[in-house]
């Protein structure tokens, strides 16, 4: 391997980590520096949250609550309770503080004026996006390195992976579906 970094001890992964692959990576190497940066990226985006919540003047919580309406556009209470692993009263809390600070605003249903759905205030959430955008610009110059086809193998496995981590996460929080246990 030309070069690489040194990560954590885990006895159950190796020392290094291949900054790139050279002709005789095995692919058990290869699959094994993936699981790893895999990990290291979910433990880096964790940090760079909470870096970012302490810029904004918000509670982590807050920021992940955040990204979470970043990804699913709208959600209940409820719901973003239950995927971030909170009883409802602290997502109360998490919501009302959100709302205060002009983050994200509560809709009621025309239909139904007791369900209610949460939406981020659009320019409050470009005002947090900001802190993210010099890595929007490391990125694109990152993508550059790779080819059409090599960005649409990297697209197919993150994409592959995030619906493995999705199911995941709803199997965890709401448990399995009917599908799973077969009833």
Do not use: C
Not at 59 to 76: F, K, Q, S, Y
Not at 94 to 105: H, P, T
Not at 108 to 134: C, L, N, Y
């Amino acid at each position: 391997m030309t070069s690489a970094k040194t990560r954590g001890k885990g006895t159950d992964s190796p020392t290094t980590i291949p900054s790139s692959a050279p002709s005789g990576t095995t692919r058990h190497e290869l699959v094994d520096a993936l699981s790893w940066e895999s990990r290291r990226a979910a433990a880096l985006l964790g940090m760079l949250n909470r870096a970012v919540a302490s810029k904004a003047k918000l509670n982590a919580t807050d920021v992940e609550t955040l990204g979470v309406l970043a990804v699913l556009g709208v959600a209940t209470p409820t719901r973003l309770a239950s995927l971030l692993a909170m009883g409802t009263g602290s997502m109360t809390l998490v919501l009302d503080r959100l709302e205060r600070g002009g983050f994200v605003r509560r809709v009621r249903d025309a239909k139904d004026r007791r369900s209610v759905t949460i939406e981020v205030i659009e320019q409050r959430r470009a005002e947090v996006g900001a802190f993210f955008a010099p890595l929007e610009g490391q990125a694109s110059e990152t993508t550059e390195r790779y080819s059409e086809k090599e960005l649409a193998v990297i697209v197919d496995y993150l994409t592959r992976s995030n619906d493995m981590l999705n199911e995941l996460t709803t199997t965890l929080t709401q448990g399995p579906t009917t599908a799973d246990t077969g009833r």
